[in-house]
């Protein structure tokens, strides 16, 4: 090999570990505005929460809950004002009870690079607590992917599918914060 044949796959494999790393963290943040409550410093209510996901989003993006038991549930919205549509409903929709803590774990990532697009796969784990003291633990997979957009990576794709929807005992949780001061300036 040449130098520059070395130095252009060094480039390549530089680019696609800043591109996966690029990814994870659009993922991992997509995850946290969707947390209760959400930990974003300075959302002023659930319409700037649903502003910051869709900046996470391509205009074409496709969001979609599938398999036997997110069919029914979730559906699938086709761009932009579907997606933002779909997360009004989500927030806007007030539960009787009140959805307190909501958590997102991400766990057994793989994401795959292919130039200016790219797929992902996670397991995620999220606990949810109710006003009332009820709680369940949900369990889904993601097959996500990115597009390389004006140098950002923009979710073109969310797909989750179920892997279990399990009940919690009453008061699973007895110490959980009411609001996120997480990523607040520290007082000093």
């Not at 959400?38 to 599938?66: F, K, N, S």
């Not at 993601?142 to 923009?154: I, P, S, V, Y």
């Amino acid at each position: 090999m040449t130098e520059d044949v070395d130095i252009a796959v060094l480039v390549r494999r530089i680019e696609v570990l800043e591109a996966e790393a690029e990814i994870r963290r659009v993922q991992a943040r997509y995850m946290m505005l969707c947390d209760t409550p959400c930990p974003e410093p300075g959302i002023a209510d659930d319409v700037e929460r649903i502003d910051r996901i869709m900046e996470l989003y391509a205009e074409d993006a496709v969001w979609e809950g599938v398999g036997e038991y997110y069919d029914g549930q979730f559906g699938q919205a086709v761009g932009h004002d579907a997606i933002r549509e779909h997360f009004t409903r989500f927030w806007g929709e007030k539960s009787d009870p009140a959805l307190v803590l909501n958590a997102h774990y991400l766990t057994s990532e793989q994401i795959f690079v292919n130039g200016d697009e790219a797929e992902g796969l996670w397991i995620h784990m999220q606990p949810w607590l109710f006003s009332d003291g009820s709680g369940l633990l949900r369990s889904s997979r993601l097959f996500n992917a990115f597009r390389l957009e004006g140098g950002d990576w923009k979710i073109t794709r969310t797909r989750t599918e179920n892997v279990f929807v399990a009940p919690l005992a009453n008061g699973f949780a007895s110490d959980y914060p009411t609001k996120s001061v997480l990523l607040d300036p520290p007082e000093r």
